[in-house]
């Protein structure tokens, strides 16, 4: 039995580090190296995590309960237990009932698959949500966006301002989670998250102004040797006040298809996606894109912010799951690489021998702008391979392509086969193609997967 001010001598600095969960106390020095989440699990030591995992859900699961029993010391004094967290989540936003939630809280969640390919461009209701924290509630007239240069002068602007004194531009663009079809490469070999399968993406006309233009206007020398990266930081903040933040390197930013998007599909952005200002980085995952846009800077350095420095990095396949993540031995994630799926018909569909065929459709993406050159579609294990039509962004060139790739077509079901697999995979512009398995590709936090996509059939006589 343990008083709090016991486990409160055993924070951050000392040599043995100790958090409480309920009623519970632990030594996780010793998990620390292997924790996900990189050192954020130190923010906690010497008090309790249950601030913490009220705002990060996903780790009430049996697994990970199972993982912090391991390093159970002791109990906590019943005086000391910290009193049930209020719901942080209480004023999230409704959410329409056919997305596929993968986590309540924060909210995740995929679109369906069946509808995914029905609109060139995603409907904002069925638009994939990737959420770290808990939405913020902005009033759009109250809002402001910062803009800092390397010196610490501001520029200061409301919405308004935004809109009014800048040209607009509307572009085409790609939303994916890094962790999109994560699902998949855990079907490999374990790895660590959200298990997203094969929809954490989605496609929406963005309006806004350009970020060289707000730059421009803040005094900032885009050419300037010095300047190396531009940070990004939103509304969203976790219970320390640190906002959810990323940064793309200035060559990035410097490009016309980078905006400060204020609609999305037409109409002001709604609350899940970034209301009333997200930036949009086309051709970069989406970890990139801030949503709740509150300031920006610009840097000789990358940003310091968690998400950029210790997560949404992929490891190599010699990093197992339990090693220490040395995170500073892999750059971030910017550009993604080539990405196809098959979004109908769905796993383990029953088809009749006699319809002769199946309908298929789906999509295909690269990042950094690469158009699709070629879908390819085959039923026999790789042998043999059909290219597909597809549906493009007619206002967009193959090396400028930051809208996605849409195909449809039909295959022949093979004769005397009880079942078989639908195998999709893709090309871009530089003609970079998928591995044909994740091999290679594994990674011990499951991002960036893009093997083959596979679809079993059952097929009925």
Same mark, same amino acid.
């Given at each position: 039995?343990?008083?709090?001010? &016991?486990?409160?001598?055993?924070?951050?600095?000392?040599?043995?580090?100790?958090?409480? @969960?309920?009623?519970?106390?632990?030594?996780?020095?010793?998990?620390?190296?292997?924790?996900?989440?990189?050192?954020?699990?130190?923010?906690?030591?010497?008090?309790?995590?249950?601030?913490?995992?009220?705002? @990060?859900?996903?780790?009430?699961?049996?697994?990970?309960?199972?993982?912090?029993?391991? @390093?159970?010391?002791?109990?906590?004094?019943?005086?000391?237990?910290?009193?049930?967290?209020?719901?942080?989540?209480?004023?999230?936003?409704?959410?329409?009932?056919?997305? %596929?939630?993968?986590?309540?809280?924060?909210?995740?969640?995929?679109?369906?698959?069946?509808?995914?390919?029905?609109?060139?461009?995603?409907?904002?209701?069925?638009?994939?949500?990737?959420?770290?924290?808990?939405?913020?509630?902005?009033?759009?007239?109250?809002?402001?966006?910062?803009?800092?240069?390397?010196?610490?002068?501001?520029?200061?602007?409301?919405?308004?301002?935004?809109?009014?004194?800048?040209?607009?531009?509307?572009?085409?663009?790609?939303?994916?989670?890094?962790?999109?079809?994560?699902?998949?490469?855990?079907?490999?070999?374990?790895?660590?998250?959200?298990?997203?399968?094969?929809?954490? $993406?989605?496609?929406? &006309?963005?309006?806004?102004?350009? %970020?060289?233009?707000?730059?421009?206007?803040?005094?900032?020398?885009?050419?300037?040797?010095?300047?190396?990266?531009?940070?990004? +930081?939103?509304?969203?903040?976790?219970?320390?006040?640190?906002?959810?933040?990323?940064?793309?390197?200035? +060559?990035?930013?410097?490009?016309? &298809?980078?905006?400060?998007?204020?609609?999305?599909?037409?109409?002001?952005? /709604?609350?899940?996606?970034?209301?009333? %200002?997200?930036?949009?980085?086309?051709?970069?995952?989406?970890?990139?894109?801030?949503?709740?846009?509150?300031?920006?800077?610009?840097?000789?350095?990358?940003?310091?912010?968690?998400?950029?420095?210790?997560?949404?990095?992929?490891?190599?396949?010699?990093?197992?799951?339990?090693?220490?993540?040395?995170?500073?031995?892999?750059?971030? $994630?910017?550009?993604? /690489?080539?990405?196809?799926?098959?979004?109908?018909?769905?796993?383990?569909?029953?088809?009749?021998?006699?319809?002769?065929?199946?309908?298929?459709?789906?999509?295909?993406?690269?990042?950094?702008?690469?158009?699709?050159?070629?879908?390819?579609?085959?039923?026999?294990?790789?042998?043999?391979?059909?290219?597909? +039509?597809?549906?493009?962004?007619?206002?967009?060139? %193959?090396?400028?392509? @930051?809208?996605?790739?849409?195909?449809?077509?039909?295959?022949?079901?093979?004769?005397?086969?009880?079942?078989?697999?639908?195998?999709?995979?893709?090309?871009?512009?530089?003609?970079?193609?998928?591995?044909?398995?994740?091999?290679?590709?594994?990674?011990?936090?499951?991002?960036?997967?893009?093997?083959?996509?596979?679809?079993?059939?059952?097929?009925?006589?």
């Amino acid at each position: 039995m343990y008083k709090q001010e &016991e486990v409160k001598k055993h924070g951050k600095d000392a040599e043995r580090i100790w958090v409480t @969960y309920k009623d519970g106390v632990y030594d996780v020095t010793d998990f620390i190296p292997m924790h996900p989440g990189g050192d954020k699990i130190l923010l906690a030591a010497g008090a309790a995590v249950d601030p913490f995992w009220a705002l @990060y859900s996903q780790h009430k699961t049996e697994e990970v309960l199972e993982i912090l029993e391991g @390093y159970r010391i002791g109990r906590l004094d019943v005086k000391d237990v910290p009193k049930a967290e209020p719901d942080a989540f209480s004023n999230d936003p409704e959410r329409h009932p056919a997305l %596929l939630v993968r986590n309540a809280k924060p909210f995740n969640a995929e679109s369906p698959p069946s509808l995914l390919t029905d609109h060139f461009y995603t409907p904002n209701e069925l638009f994939f949500v990737r959420n770290h924290l808990p939405v913020p509630d902005i009033k759009t007239e109250d809002h402001r966006l910062t803009v800092e240069t390397l010196n610490g002068k501001t520029l200061d602007l409301s919405v308004d301002e935004l809109k009014k004194k800048y040209k607009s531009y509307t572009i085409g663009s790609v939303i994916q989670c890094a962790g999109n079809r994560r699902a998949d490469m855990n079907q490999y070999k374990k790895v660590q998250g959200l298990m997203w399968e094969g929809t954490a $993406i989605s496609n929406a &006309e963005w309006t806004g102004v350009r %970020l060289r233009d707000l730059l421009a206007d803040a005094g900032i020398d885009i050419f300037d040797d010095k300047i190396k990266h531009v940070h990004f +930081e939103g509304s969203d903040v976790d219970p320390t006040g640190t906002p959810y933040g990323a940064s793309i390197p200035i +060559e990035k930013a410097r490009g016309n &298809e980078v905006i400060v998007a204020y609609h999305m599909n037409g109409v002001d952005i /709604p609350r899940d996606h970034g209301a009333p %200002l997200r930036v949009i980085v086309p051709g970069n995952v989406g970890a990139r894109q801030v949503k709740w846009l509150r300031k920006i800077i610009v840097s000789e350095k990358e940003s310091d912010s968690h998400w950029q420095q210790k997560d949404y990095r992929a490891f190599s396949p010699a990093v197992n799951m339990g090693d220490e993540l040395k995170w500073d031995t892999v750059p971030s $994630i910017q550009e993604y /690489p080539v990405q196809c799926a098959i979004c109908t018909p769905s796993p383990n569909t029953k088809v009749d021998r006699d319809d002769g065929t199946v309908d298929i459709s789906g999509y295909a993406w690269s990042g950094g702008g690469r158009g699709i050159i070629r879908i390819e579609i085959s039923v026999d294990g790789g042998e043999t391979w059909s290219s597909c +039509e597809m549906e493009q962004e007619e206002k967009q060139d %193959l090396e400028h392509m @930051y809208a996605w790739t849409l195909f449809r077509t039909e295959v022949k079901i093979p004769p005397g086969v009880k079942e078989f697999n639908i195998i999709a995979k893709a090309v871009d512009r530089s003609y970079n193609t998928q591995p044909e398995t994740a091999s290679g590709i594994w990674n011990v936090r499951g991002l960036i997967h893009n093997a083959w996509h596979r679809i079993p059939i059952i097929v009925k006589d």
